[in-house]
């Protein structure tokens, strides 16, 4: 009886003691977006397992983990409110002057220079701006690290950015100024003042960018699970069968091959350990690229975007003083937790981090939600597919009333569409077409939109829906601007020569109601690399495979049209209107680059015939249709856009 009760109370005081250390020494957490300011009120940390410490939480404890509004910093007394003037802002939004650079500039600034002249926020007036925008070269000497500008005021309204550390940060006099720093020591950044930057290495490009390398979200059988920072930029990986800390002397080393790569940029692993030192914050963009985890040991840096982005769901942040315990809770976490964060990884590199534009751009659209306050993008936008970049608060701050979102909402868009009808050349009206498109169940309203040089009729036929007549500027691109009379989510893109039945529209129009973020339609074109003559080309042959279809009868959201409107460079608008077919192209294109998805044809009568594209058209170096003899269609390949 005695040994019993001894076990009983030797159990009890095992037990308590565990508890007390997992309270005390956490081993593995998610990793937190924010970081609470003393004396601030305490959430409860994101633990993996959730579902151990809601038996532990008394209710309502739980609640208190959302975001918590803007402290006051620990060094300084700026706020939003104190050092920003929000008034310059009202009457025509953000925009943004930056100072030009004077003399010989670095290629990194003038990347940053590039960005910000690219973004929909600049202006070249200082006057009307209401953010000045000082950008610091690491190459500045320090007599240099104060320029006379006469807007300065104290730094009220301005921001001090720097992509890599600069020295003129460390002496630079910011008074009222904000801060966007690579990789801020958790110190000196102040939490909604301040921009945490990622540190980007110096050839980082200035637009497009690497795509991801996660090929598998799988572990891959014989792939290093875990790789670890080296101290020149290159990574050392361990086998699967390791069984203590690779990233220190004070643990057995893994008996099987350990793997070196120094010259190797991106790791070929599942967790990426990442020390918390400063200077090893460049292999957080790397683990990213690559699809690994990131697991930061003890960061003592601020992670980038941290006010908008929510790190738990990609990255993972570990007690570097227990290394036993850090690996065998990444050996054991379930493989669905690691597809979910590789993919959150993966997302954000392409969104947020694959080249200096975006970067820049996603620093102003931060700054840009301050301003909004109410009509700033919520959480959900930042961080899902397509990312708040592609999701312009100027259209809506609700994810439903976007057309990426309704599957995860669980909804559907509204059941109706209006057709768009464009009249660009010469000829009689397209009264066959209205009439079998005012037939169908689901139509709204009928737009014609008029950009002929020839005056429109005077009179319309009756139809069953309302019809309105747009003028249009003779513009190709004219069919794509956010026109207002549009009421519906659904838009049937149509030209003067498309020819459809009333029952091939219902049908597509059921098509896209399943796939509200796609391009339904009904001619498809296919594009190629025509390696003799070194250029891009498309094709109208009917094939097996396409990569396109024409906006000449196509469904699609109506937010595409506020996408090509303000998020396209005005070059390649320009471009589509000197070449009309390039119009279906950049369309597509368009899409395809925010959804990662390709179109869908729907089947349509043999008869439609007088719709369909050239043969073969090859698109120069500037994208403009070529001269020159057309090759054999036979030769190339259609391929579809991934």
Same mark, same amino acid.
């Given at each position: ?387 708040? $970049?592609? *999701?312009? %608060?100027?259209? +809506? #701050? =609700?994810?439903? @009333? &976007?057309? /990426?979102?309704?599957? !995860? ?84 893109? $149509?030209? *003067?020569? %498309?020819?459809? +039945? #009333? =029952?091939?529209? @219902? &049908?597509? /129009?059921?098509?896209? !109601? ?129």
């Amino acid at each position: 009886m005695q040994s019993w009760r001894r076990k009983s109370l030797w159990l009890a005081l095992s037990v308590s003691w565990l508890l007390i250390l997992l309270r005390v020494f956490p081993v593995l957490r998610l990793a937190e977006p924010a970081r609470r300011q003393a004396g601030a009120p305490q959430g409860w940390p994101r633990w993996l397992d959730a579902e151990l410490l809601q038996s532990f939480s008394q209710p309502g404890e739980l609640l208190e983990d959302g975001p918590q509004p803007p402290q006051a910093p620990r060094a300084g007394s700026c706020t939003r409110g104190a050092c920003f003037d929000t008034s310059r802002c009202r009457g025509g939004g953000l925009k943004v002057f930056v100072y030009p650079a004077v003399g010989p500039i670095s290629e990194t600034r003038r990347k940053v220079l590039t960005s910000i002249e690219g973004s929909r926020y600049h202006t070249a007036s200082a006057a009307e701006a209401c953010l000045l925008v000082l950008v610091l070269s690491p190459d500045t000497p320090p007599g240099e690290c104060h320029p006379a500008l006469p807007q300065w005021a104290g730094g009220k309204n301005h921001l001090v950015l720097g992509l890599h550390p600069a020295p003129c940060l460390r002496i630079f006099q910011l008074g009222q100024a904000m801060v966007a720093e690579a990789s801020p020591t958790v110190d000196t950044f102040r939490p909604g003042f301040d921009v945490a930057l990622p540190l980007l290495p110096e050839a980082h490009p200035l637009r497009g960018g690497a795509l991801g390398r996660l090929q598998q979200h799988s572990p891959i059988p014989g792939v290093a699970l875990i790789a670890v920072a080296g101290e020149r930029g290159g990574w050392h990986t361990a086998g699967t069968n390791f069984s203590a800390c690779p990233w220190d002397g004070r643990c057995e080393q893994d008996h099987g091959p350990k793997q070196t790569h120094p010259g190797v940029t991106l790791p070929n692993a599942t967790f990426c350990l990442i020390p918390g030192r400063s200077p090893d914050a460049v292999h957080f963009l790397q683990a990213l690229q690559a699809g690994c985890i990131p697991v930061l040991l003890s960061p003592r840096w601020e992670l980038p975007f941290s006010e908008v982005i929510d790190w738990t769901k990609a990255a993972i942040v570990a007690d570097e003083r227990l290394p036993l315990q850090v690996l065998a809770a990444l050996q054991e976490m379930p493989l669905t937790r690691v597809l979910a964060l590789r993919q959150q990884a993966q997302f954000l590199w392409d969104a947020y981090f694959s080249s200096v534009e975006k970067v820049i751009h996603t620093t102003l659209e931060i700054i840009q939600d301050r301003i909004s306050g109410a009509s700033a993008h919520p959480s959900l936008l930042w961080n899902s597919p397509p990312g708040a $970049l592609l *999701a312009l %608060s100027t259209f +809506s #701050t =609700s994810p439903s @009333d &976007f057309p /990426f979102y309704h599957l !995860q909402q669980g909804s559907r868009p509204l059941g109706r569409f209006s057709a768009l009808i464009w009249v660009g050349t010469p000829g009689q009206p397209p009264l066959k077409l209205i009439q079998a498109v005012a037939g169908a169940q689901h139509c709204a309203q009928i737009l014609v939109l008029w950009s002929s040089k020839k005056p429109p009729p005077p009179r319309w036929p009756e139809t069953a829906v309302p019809l309105t007549v747009l003028d249009g500027h003779g513009k190709a691109s004219d069919r794509f601007l956010p026109y207002s009379a549009i009421s519906t989510d659904a838009i049937l893109s $149509l030209d *003067a020569h %498309s020819s459809l +039945s #009333t =029952s091939e529209v @219902d &049908f597509a /129009f059921m098509v896209w !109601q399943s796939f509200p973020e796609r391009m339904v339609g009904f001619l498809t074109w296919s594009h190629f690399w025509d390696e003799a003559q070194g250029r891009w080309g498309y094709t109208g042959e009917r094939a097996n495979e396409f990569s396109m279809v024409l906006t000449s009868a196509a469904f699609y959201h109506r937010y595409y049209h506020t996408l090509f409107t303000h998020s396209l460079p005005k070059a390649l608008r320009t471009l589509a209107d000197e070449s009309p077919p390039c119009v279906d192209v950049l369309m597509n294109f368009l899409i395809a680059a925010v959804t990662k998805l390709p179109p869908i044809k729907v089947p349509y009568g043999p008869w439609h015939q007088e719709a369909r594209p050239p043969p073969l058209v090859l698109a120069s170096s500037t994208n403009l249709p070529d001269p020159r003899p057309r090759p054999d269609p036979q030769r190339f390949h259609s391929w579809c856009v991934p």
